[in-house]
T-cell receptor, first 114, second 111 residues
Framework: EAGVAQSPRYKIIEKRQSVAFWCNPI?????LYWYQQILGQGPKLLIQ????????DSQLPKDRFSAERLKGVDSTLKIQPAKLEDSAVYLC????????????FGPGTRLTVT | KQEVTQIPAALSVPEGENLVLNCSFT??????LQWFRQDPGKGLTSLLL?????REQTSGRLNASLDKSSGRSTLYIAASQPGDSATYLC??????????FGKGTHLIIQP
């Protein structure tokens, strides 16, 4: 079974530029998550999708971050404009559903904003 | 708001020792608790998942326990090996939310 795929793996941009990350979850997984992991911290949930609907985006900085999951499969996370403090690893995870189901993580995208 | 604390923040032990990593959480209303391993520059690898109705889970040299009422979990690693060196993260899941993570324990096993 293929795991969660993410691209790109690394990205370096200047502040005020825009960037987009892509995630392809495990086939059949209805729930998809985006997490932000700043160096030395545990991951923090940014947004959770159930199929193509948003379940929780309370910690997403909506003035600069946006995410979508068209057709309930792949998802993209966008930052525009980027700030220095957005430098982090962005992790995508998926699960069969909410609640008791295990989450599986992708390899992450390491973003550096200079 | 759920908070997860992991102790110790860092640990260095000689190869072959048995060790215990601790995790505590403030809200006992959880669906489950997961232990992850993270190698430098890599994503998260799930080690063990304990549902709220379970007391422990075992996989090879790893054993995780859960005491939901006291808000505690431990990860026991038997006969540690240099390949066990990594950061270990504890995370809890409550309601319809995603996971709430601790900051992790950075483990070094000395050959």
């Amino acid at each position: 079974e293929a795991g969660v795929a993410q691209s790109p793996r690394y990205k370096i941009i200047e502040k005020r530029q825009s960037v987009a990350f892509w995630c392809n979850p495990i086939s059949g997984h209805a729930t998809l998550y985006w997490y932000q992991q700043i160096l030395g911290q545990g991951p923090k949930l940014l947004i959770q999708f159930q199929n193509n609907g948003v379940v929780d985006d309370s910690q997403l900085p909506k003035d600069r971050f946006s995410a979508e999951r068209l057709k309930g499969v792949d998802s993209t996370l966008k930052i525009q404009p980027a700030k220095l403090e957005d430098s982090a690893v962005y992790l995508c995870a998926s699960s069969l559903g909410q609640g008791v189901y295990e989450q599986y993580f992708g390899p992450g995208t390491r973003l550096t904003v200079t | 708001k759920q908070e997860v604390t992991q102790i110790p923040a860092a640990l260095s032990v000689p190869e072959g020792e048995n060790l215990v990593l601790n995790c505590s959480f403030t809200d006992s209303a959880i669906y489950n608790l997961q232990w992850f391993r993270q190698d430098p520059g890599k994503g998260l690898t799930s080690l063990l998942l304990i549902q709220s109705s379970q007391r422990e889970q075992t996989s090879g040299r790893l054993n995780a326990s859960l005491d939901k009422s006291s808000g505690r979990s431990t990860l026991y690693i038997a006969a540690s090996q240099p390949g066990d060196s990594a950061t270990y993260l504890c995370a809890v899941r409550g309601g319809a939310d995603g996971l709430t993570f601790g900051k992790g324990t950075h483990l070094i096993i000395q050959p």
